[in-house]
């Protein structure tokens, strides 16, 4: 049996002096890339200060038995690996932290938070040019974790979209509890502009 897949659109809305090449700046891209990450942890921010250390540790049965703090430690964790790489050349995913406290106490998650929004802000957008390595296990085998090379602006981008695929349980297990979420928390930004170009917006 042959599965048809659907064809991917190919630029829609681009003109063909907007495709990105190689030789052309990134500045304007990197610094939305950077604008995104604020954006993503200062949703975390406004998440943490209206939550409990009850709210923010409940392990919902239903979602894994995972908890909110669980998920946003995950968060935290690849972006302090990239703050990390950013200085050293190694985005080293395998050596996160896991630090319990940020998973527990919502107080000290948002304290870590607020440091790395700093530290966000300082960031030149020319630093994502920057090559790295960066390692991660993906295989249950044992062995070595892959290397490979790339980039901080790819690597940023990365921990954009897996926050917000983490930020989406955190919505579910939110939800369970009645918590009030910021607005779009969790849906990804092209689901959003899509929907407003569908409704007419």
């Not at 002096?17 to 190689?22: F, G, L, N, Q, R």
């Not at 790819?154 to 695929?165: L, M, P, Q, S, T």
């Not at 369970?176 to 928390?185: D, I, T």
Request: charged share 20%; with cysteine; glycine share 6%.
């Amino acid at each position: 049996m042959t599965i048809s897949l659907p064809i991917p659109p190919s630029f829609d809305g681009y003109s063909q002096e907007t495709i990105p090449t190689w030789d052309q700046p990134t500045t304007a891209s990197h610094s939305r890339v950077i604008a995104a990450a604020i954006d993503l942890l200062s949703q975390g921010e406004s998440l943490l200060t209206s939550l409990d250390a009850k709210a923010y540790g409940l392990r919902a049965e239903a979602v894994f038995n995972a908890s909110i703090g669980g998920h946003y430690r995950h968060c935290l964790d690849h972006f302090s690996c990239l703050m990390h790489g950013t200085s050293t050349g190694l985005v080293d995913y395998d050596h996160r932290e896991r630090d319990r406290r940020l998973e527990q106490d919502p107080s000290y998650a948002l304290r870590a938070t607020r440091e790395l929004l700093l530290e966000l802000r300082g960031i030149d957008p020319e630093v994502l040019n920057d090559a790295v390595v960066a390692r991660c296990e993906v295989s249950y085998e044992p062995g070595n974790s892959p290397v490979t090379k790339s980039s901080l602006g790819r690597e940023w981008v990365y921990a954009i979209a897996h926050g917000i695929h983490h930020y989406a349980m955190i919505s579910v297990i939110a939800r369970l509890q009645n918590v009030v979420l910021p607005e779009n928390f969790g849906v990804a930004p092209s689901t959003v502009a899509h929907n407003k170009g569908t409704s007419g917006n």
